[in-house]
């Protein structure tokens, strides 16, 4: 499940992966690829997860699978009630 690849793949918040270019190094920057996190991120979007997963995302020991939550949450809910999400994040000084 999605949930679970988040928790053993997402390393970085990067939304993009710069692979190795086999092309001279002045096409380094075209060679940009979508990251983990934000492919599962997409993965989200289309399965329209529901609250309780959201909550559980939200709630979770890694930081990563947080984060994406919060993106998820910024991408696709209205700004009035992103503050109920977003508070108790706030003051997280996880790094």
Not at 67 to 91: G, I, M, N, Q
Request: aromatic share 14%; proline share 5%; with cysteine.
């Amino acid at each position: 499940d999605t949930l679970n690849e988040i928790d053993s793949l997402v390393k970085s918040l990067n939304a993009y992966w710069y692979g190795k270019c086999a092309q001279p190094k002045e096409s380094f920057g075209l060679n940009k690829n979508p990251s983990t996190a934000f492919c599962l991120m997409y993965m989200l979007f289309r399965q329209k997860p529901k609250r309780r997963h959201i909550d559980r995302m939200l709630g979770h020991d890694n930081p990563y699978m947080r984060c994406v939550a919060l993106l998820y949450l910024r991408y696709c809910t209205e700004p009035k009630a992103l503050w109920h999400f977003f508070e108790d994040s706030l003051e997280d000084d996880t790094e």
